[in-house]
């Protein structure tokens, strides 16, 4: 195997021409990793996406070539995928409101360009569940873009699909995370092209890292919602007063285990299995 991008949470290789992507229990919030891992938070986010990937393969076309044609060290936590042409958009789907989005709506009354009924607050339900695509930066921060931004970068058949198939796929998402009393307030997809020219959804699916869970039984428009993700790690850095550049603080391990928990949470009540 060769490895051919070491990124903030996972390695990616290349083998036989078809790639292995591997989770680590590293953590990044403010795009920053802390220097605590949150342990088998690999194993569960890689089992969370395999298991949104078989819902989902009705949809549309994913990268899963096998959990189990890897190399054994990192059995649990690596999938081998299709290698793909990937398309530099974020494709985040929203509905409700909160974080960066919240933010957006606050300055302009709109996200990515999609204008909102005014009088909003976090936690907000959204009329409808929109598109608020942004930029896929390899360094800091990314930044929100217009559907007119990516027709202008990959043309507006493509968006057009990207859009569609966001929307659809948070929609369905989220009403089968609805059955077990989990809201999906958004959640992020990222997409390629495969060797057929197929638009392909690739990379983790409606995971603890991609998306924000919270208990539909605790929902309250107004306040910062219970989080079954990492906003949880979020909220705790941001109280320490650290400035949110490297390098970042030691987790407590009360932290790192309530952190565990809230994973381990996640992924039982949406799946109805019992984390091994």
């Not at 569960?44 to 959990?67: M, Q």
């Not at 609805?178 to 997409?191: L, P, R, V, Y």
């Not at 208990?215 to 107004?222: E, S, T």
């Not at 109280?239 to 994973?263: C, D, H, L, M, S």
Request: proline share 6%; charged share 30%.
């Amino acid at each position: 195997m060769q490895l051919i991008h070491s990124g903030k949470i996972r390695d990616v290789f290349a083998d036989r021409g078809d790639i292995i992507l591997v989770a680590s229990d590293k953590v990044s919030v403010y795009d920053v990793v802390l220097p605590t891992p949150i342990p088998e938070k690999g194993k569960l986010l890689t089992a969370l996406s395999l298991w949104w990937f078989d819902k989902l393969a009705d949809l549309v076309p994913n990268h899963v070539i096998s959990a189990d044609d890897v190399p054994e060290e990192f059995k649990g936590r690596a999938i081998r995928c299709k290698k793909l042409d990937m398309l530099q958009v974020e494709c985040i789907a929203r509905g409700y409101l909160a974080g960066l989005g919240l933010r957006e709506y606050q300055r302009d009354g709109a996200i990515s360009g999609v204008n909102l009924p005014e009088g909003l607050v976090e936690g907000s339900r959204l009329p409808e569940p929109i598109f608020t695509p942004t930029t896929k930066a390899t360094v800091g921060h990314d930044e929100f873009i217009t559907f007119d931004d990516v027709v202008a970068d990959i043309g507006g058949d493509t968006a057009e699909h990207l859009e569609e198939l966001t929307v659809e796929l948070y929609k369905r998402g989220a009403a089968i995370a609805a059955e077990q009393g989990i809201i999906i307030a958004d959640t992020k997809f990222e997409f390629g092209i495969d060797a057929d020219g197929t638009l392909t959804l690739a990379d983790e699916i409606l995971t603890s890292d991609s998306s924000r869970f919270w208990p539909a039984d605790q929902w309250k428009p107004g306040r910062p919602q219970y989080a079954f993700d990492k906003q949880f790690v979020r909220d705790w850095a941001a109280g320490t007063g650290w400035n949110k550049q490297p390098p970042a603080p030691e987790v407590p391990e009360e932290i790192v285990e309530a952190t565990r928990q809230r994973y381990i949470e996640a992924y039982e009540r949406i799946t109805g299995e019992q984390w091994k």
